[in-house]
């Protein structure tokens, strides 16, 4: 057994997939599985459960060992943390993470900025919900985050990087676009699409809805920004969408606010990283890098 395995074991829990995780892994799936096989035979019983379609699900085994792999991983990277950070805290692998929401419009700028900062980092990009994000932040498999706040953060420690507006996107020839003004109140009386449960920016624009009076449209939830916004140009509604996802498209008109509706966007890190003292210089470097103008 070595720390590797694990890696694989781990990935594969979380995944539910052979091929998705060997592809988190930078391996190929044949190599993931030999590997694997030869765990459990080593431990004489099977972790996974295989299904048709490549999907697996844990046996009673894997389930009890989930943990203390995870637990063994997160000593690993934390004993190659307090070695990089001996070293130069700049340098080295990074594994940054970012929600679905902010990471598809960030990555393009972020990345050519960090890598004119800081040439020795290896950055490496991660998407996950908020609340997947603080769990993986909280357990070493991530060294910073960009999530939107306030959220569950006890433990962390924050950043602040920008207030992004929200705008409302609408269909061509809606009636909002007839609007000299557009307030909260404007939205009363309104239907807006919405993404579905998990996404933080869901229950922003509920919060944002219920002050303007607006409710969501049942029996339509979208999986990403970009559903959001097909949804939106097909004619099944409004929805709001931060600035930095608001980029031209035939069908689709964005409507600003007369008073600026904005979420704070922030980095996030735990406070006993070995590489604490990095972290406020890559906020203020990524602050540079905001997607939208």
């Known amino acids: 057994m070595n720390l590797r395995d694990l890696e694989y074991f781990v990935a594969v829990a979380e995944l539910g997939h052979f091929g998705k995780a060997a592809d988190r892994c930078f391996c190929t799936q044949s190599t993931l599985s030999g590997q694997l096989k030869k765990l459990e035979e080593e431990l004489g019983n099977a972790l996974f459960e295989r299904m048709a379609g490549g999907g697996v699900r844990l046996t009673s085994l894997g389930e009890q060992a989930l943990p203390s792999a995870r637990e063994t991983l997160g000593s690993a990277r934390r004993i190659q943390e307090l070695g990089r950070a001996a070293r130069d805290p700049f340098e080295g692998p990074l594994v940054l993470a970012a929600i679905p929401t902010i990471g598809p419009w960030l990555w393009p700028t972020a990345l050519p900025t960090l890598r004119e900062a800081f040439p020795k980092l290896e950055v490496m990009l991660r998407e996950e919900q908020t609340s997947r994000q603080i769990v993986s932040l909280r357990e070493g498999r991530i060294d910073v985050g960009i999530l939107a706040l306030p959220s ?41 699409l919405l993404l579905e449960e998990g996404h933080c920016l869901r229950d922003q624009a509920l919060e944002i809805c219920h002050r303007g009076g607006a409710r969501e449209r049942e029996g339509f939830r979208a999986t990403s920004l970009e559903s959001l916004r097909e949804m939106v140009r097909a004619g099944l509604g409004i929805t709001l969408l931060p600035a930095s996802a608001a980029k031209t498209q035939a069908g689709l008109c964005f409507l600003e606010f007369d008073e600026p509706v904005v979420r704070q966007v922030g980095l996030v890190w735990r406070a006993t990283h070995p590489r604490v003292r990095a972290f406020p210089q890559i906020g203020a470097a990524l602050r540079d890098a905001q997607p939208f103008a």
């Open 152 to 192: 569950e953060t006890a433990g962390l420690e924050t950043f602040p990087l920008w207030d992004e507006p929200f705008v409302v996107a609408v269909p061509e020839n809606h009636a909002l676009l007839a609007l000299e003004r557009l307030s909260l109140d404007s939205l009363s009386e309104h239907e807006l």
